[in-house]
């Protein structure tokens, strides 16, 4: 299982997400895959501005800044 983060290049919040988020997956062993948003008509029509946004099992867990305590949550459940 992996989080999906939609981001896009060059994006600092995104870059900042995943920062936050690395050593939360490292101690999970989950992966994370990013995902552009600019790669998909869909997605960039989903997710315009609103970016950098962290999914899992097709529920969003957070937006910027991250939700630490509701991702934390949700990889102890795992």
């Known amino acids: 299982m992996a989080l999906i983060l939609y981001s896009?290049?060059?994006c600092h919040l995104?870059?900042?997400m995943t920062a936050d988020l690395e050593?939360?997956?490292?101690?999970?062993g989950i992966q994370l895959e990013l995902v552009d948003?600019?790669?998909s008509p869909?997605?960039?029509?989903?997710?315009?501005?609103r970016i950098p946004?962290?999914?899992a099992d097709d529920v969003e867990l957070s937006g910027?800044?991250?939700d630490r305590e509701r991702?934390?949550?949700y990889l102890a459940s795992r």
Not at 23 to 28: E, I, N, Y
Not at 42 to 49: D, F, M, N
């Open 64 to 66: 910027y800044p991250l």
């Open 8 to 10: 896009r290049p060059e």
């Open 71 to 73: 991702v934390a949550r």
């Open 37 to 39: 948003v600019d790669s």
């Open 23 to 28: 050593p939360l997956l490292r101690a999970s």
């Open 42 to 49: 869909a997605l960039e029509r989903r997710y315009g501005l």
């Open 14 to 16: 995104c870059e900042a």
């Open 53 to 55: 946004v962290l999914v």
